[in-house]
């Protein structure tokens, strides 16, 4: 019962008392006042006992909601769409690595309601007590994922995070400068071959990312904890490190596009979304193997804390997942899409891209990421002395 109800009822409880007393006692002033006294006090206690509950009930939701998430990951009509539908305005902020991500969350930052980690750093997080757990009861688009994703080795059973995009990364060039498509990432890593491209090649600023491909390169696992091959795989980024133009995670499709870039390392829906603007440009996983990886909306631990901020949270990352929604997305970013029932309104020509869709032998040579544990600072330090070197 909303507090007007409540109002309404005290009225005409009063009222009933009244004309109760006044039944039975209608020439003694003195016994209807208090009987009226009594049934004010008992129902006005009644109502601040009830209003008490109520507070705890009605969920004081607030009108927007902070979205962190990679640059360039969301169709922007969306946002528009959300805040028609529900009232509610998304507020992004952009960030161009899981570790960036983290170091922000680590460092205190509050007010981020979903955020969007990859794989490993879903693990990471949970350890790390920054997420809240998904209430699988505010969702109703779980069933609309296909359930090759609905498991995930870094969240069993989805208990904190939902699946949102999955892809890899390999290498995007423009066909003006081959024949053939660039196969290989010795294009980017042998120093004889990069330096065909000196000073237009960009590395991803992104340390599992750039380290990982220098190790499969390598021919070493990109979850290796083996400091040997880590340190090799050091030496191959340093050795070509000054015929590259930028570390950049946020606008190697750009670069690549202008021209300022002809070979980068990259995420394959970034370069096929380039591919849009000038067919010339292209993406391809590397035969000696490459990175797959799943991003995922999460709730932080902080919006989880409070009612509103975690209902609204749910309510963005259902609508995210509304089949309907979730294919626009898809035909947006150019990314694979955990959700089956989107797939009929997915552009078959996505759908049917090998590069976004690999076959079965392709995706045989990809590697998921996970958490190395004690050995990401080895990770680290090694990223710093590849950046200050
Ligand atoms: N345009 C942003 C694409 C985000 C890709 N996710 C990166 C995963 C890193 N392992």
Known sequence: MNKSSKLVMVAAMIVMALFAVGCTSTDDGDVAEEVVEDVAEDVAEDVVEDADEDEDEDIDAPTSLNLYNWSEYIDPELLVKFEEETGIKIVEDTFGSNEDLLGKLQGGATGYDVIVPSDYMVDIMIQEGLLAELDHSQLTTLGDLDPTWTDPPFDPGMGHCMPYFWGTTGIGFNWNDWDEAPDSWAYIFDPELAAEFDGQISFLDDMRETIGAALIYLGYSLNTVDEAELQEAKDVILAVKPYLSSFDSDNFEDTLLTGETRLVMGWSGDIFTAQLEDEN??????????????????ITADAGADPGRYANAHLFIDFMNRPDIAAQNTNWVWYGSPNKSAESMINPEILSYPAIYPDAETFAKLEWFVNVGDSTELYSRIWTEISTE
């Not at 440009?281 to 999460?298: F, R």
């Open 281 to 298: 440009i292209d993406y391809i996983i590397p035969d000696e193997g490459a990175a797959k990886w799943m991003d995922n909306l999460c």
